[in-house]
């Protein structure tokens, strides 16, 4: 231990030093010594990319701005080598992410007319299937909703759709099932017709969950390369603003090419001017 006084520098919370006539400080190998604590290897929170609320078209519209970038060079030149044709990168993927979330989420509005016809069949050959199985396994509650999946469903959508006709179609085949299907009117040509229609859709997931997934997972995508464009527009348009700001009247032109003042909107409305109180006008005097 040691003698310690508070103008040497020593600080009141430290848990080895005490205070008194005399004040003394604990050193390693006193009993009672506090060690210090080990230095915080927390890992620094990444920043946050900035949150976008315009929809997709509306950023890779905006996105027309790298155009400009390249017709200036001295704003090419405030940004990272590279920068500019990882921006058009980034913008080309947001149509391709768009098409594969609708296409993972099944949206059946994306379907040709022939594909809603095959959709129509599929659907009436799972109809089918399941008033069948009701009449052969009365009564088997588990079965019929397990194997058959009947009963209520979260989700419409293709994937899922998919899903449970195919979980329909390998209970209506197997032999534990198909002979007692056929004692109840059901025939090789309708196992034929269900598998035959089945096959006009890819290969789907085995699962709703799955499916359910992979929509999610498309989203995901979607979301942070939209982010991801944002964040390369603002950084040109930030280079832009530096290059021409706007205290110089002159720049005008070049800030309307990189959207400055437009894009990413001001929604926040000025306050109302005041209305002038009207000063009241004194009486006449009289005579």
């Known amino acids: 231990m040691k003698i310690v006084k508070f103008d040497e520098g020593f600080v009141l919370d430290d848990p080895n030093t005490y205070w008194g006539n005399p004040s003394y400080q604990l050193e390693p190998g ?6 210090p604590s080990p230095p915080s290897t927390q890992t620094p929170n990444k920043p946050m990319p900035h949150r976008i609320h315009y929809p997709v078209p509306v950023i890779t519209y905006n996105g027309n701005l790298v155009a400009a970038a390249q017709k200036y060079p ?7 080598a590279g920068y500019l044709a990882e921006t058009t990168t980034t913008l080309g993927k947001l149509p391709t992410d768009t098409t594969g979330q609708k296409i993972a989420q099944g949206e059946t509005g994306n379907l040709t007319a022939a594909q809603q016809a095959n959709l129509d069949s599929l659907l009436h050959s799972m109809s089918q299937a399941r008033k069948t199985a009701k009449l052969a ?17 979260d989700s419409n959508e293709l994937n899922a759709v998919l899903s449970r006709a195919d979980i329909i179609l390998a209970a209506v085949k197997t032999t534990a099932n198909l002979p007692a299907m056929k004692l109840k009117g059901w025939t090789d040509a309708e196992t034929q017709t269900f598998t035959t229609v089945r096959g006009t859709f890819p290969a789907s997931t085995t699962t ?4 359910q997934s992979d929509a999610k997972k498309a989203t995901g995508v979607k979301n942070t390369d939209a982010a991801d464009a944002y964040e390369h527009i603002l950084t040109i348009q930030n ?3 530096l290059e021409f700001p706007a205290t110089d009247p002159a720049n005008a032109p070049a800030r309307a090419e990189f959207r400055l003042g437009l894009f990413p909107p001001d929604h926040h409305n000025p306050p109302a001017t ?3 109180v009207p000063t009241p006008t004194p009486p006449a005097s009289t005579p």
Request: avoid cysteine.
């Open 274 to 276: 005041p209305t002038p």
């Open 74 to 80: 001295k704003v090419a030149a405030r940004l990272p």
């Open 239 to 241: 280079a832009a603003d």
């Open 30 to 35: 006193d009993a009672g010594y506090v060690p």
């Open 137 to 153: 396994f009365p009564g088997q509650t588990v079965k019929l909703h397990q194997e058959f999946q009947i009963g209520n469903h």
């Open 208 to 211: 709703q969950q799955s499916g």
